[in-house]
């Protein structure tokens, strides 16, 4: 079974720039989750989609983060515009529903500067 | 104030010993997650337990609900096991994972 696939691995940008991550989830996996690690803290979640709604996005800045998943397959997280403190690494994550384990992708590691 | 407490943060141990990981929630959940995150980001779900206990291979995962407290073991430690280990409290109104800060283990040969 394919895992959950990001890309890209690394991204630097500068400040004020604009910069879109993406994701593929596990074939069937009804449920996507983006979440955003700071370095050396725990994971925060930032959105959540149910197929192609949105089930959580109350801790996602929405003045500069977007993100949407068309189809309830792949979905993209774009930031516009990028501020130092968006420095971390954002996780995709995807699962099968309730009662299921999550599977996480590599995450993409973003610098700004 | 993180909900989910994890004990110790920082852990070093020499190889084959007996490593306790500790973590404490304040809500009503639905699940408890551990997981290992190894150097370069990626994330391995471990367990996923709402009661008892679970045990794949050299690793342990308990919890007691009443006391709203888990912990995970790892028997016969190995350089291999060296990562942060996270817990994550899954809330009964949903399925988001409010995760802890993260125990740092070494494990020396």
């Known amino acids: 079974e394919a895992g959950v696939a990001q890309s890209p691995r690394y991204k630097i940008i500068e400040k004020r720039q604009s910069v879109a991550f993406w994701c593929n989830p596990i074939s069937g996996h009804a449920t996507l989750y983006w979440y955003q690690q700071i370095l050396g803290q725990g994971p925060k979640l930032l959105i959540q989609?149910?197929?192609?709604?949105?089930?959580?996005d109350s801790q996602l800045p929405k003045d500069r983060f977007s993100a949407e998943r068309l189809k309830g397959v792949d979905s993209t997280l774009k930031i516009q515009p990028a501020k130092l403190e968006d420095s971390a690494v954002y996780l995709c994550a995807s699962r099968e529903g309730v009662g299921y384990g999550y599977t996480f992708g590599s995450g993409t590691r973003l610098t700004v500067v | 104030k993180n909900e989910v407490e994890q004990s110790p943060q920082n852990l070093t141990a020499q190889e084959g010993e007996f490593i306790t990981i500790n973590c404490s929630y304040s809500v009503g959940i639905s699940a408890l997650h551990w997981l290992q995150q190894h150097p370069g980001g990626g994330i391995v779900s471990l367990f996923m337990?709402?009661?008892g206990k679970k045990k794949h291979g050299r690793l342990i995962a308990t919890i007691n609900i009443q006391e709203k407290h888990s912990s995970l073991h790892i028997t016969a430690s190995h350089p291999r096991d060296s990562a942060v280990y996270i817990c994550a409290e899954e809330e009964t109104s949903g399925s988001r994972l409010t995760f802890g800060e993260g125990t740092q283990l070494t494990v020396n040969p």
């Open positions: 989609f149910q197929n192609n709604g949105v089930v959580d």
């Open positions: 337990l709402s009661s």
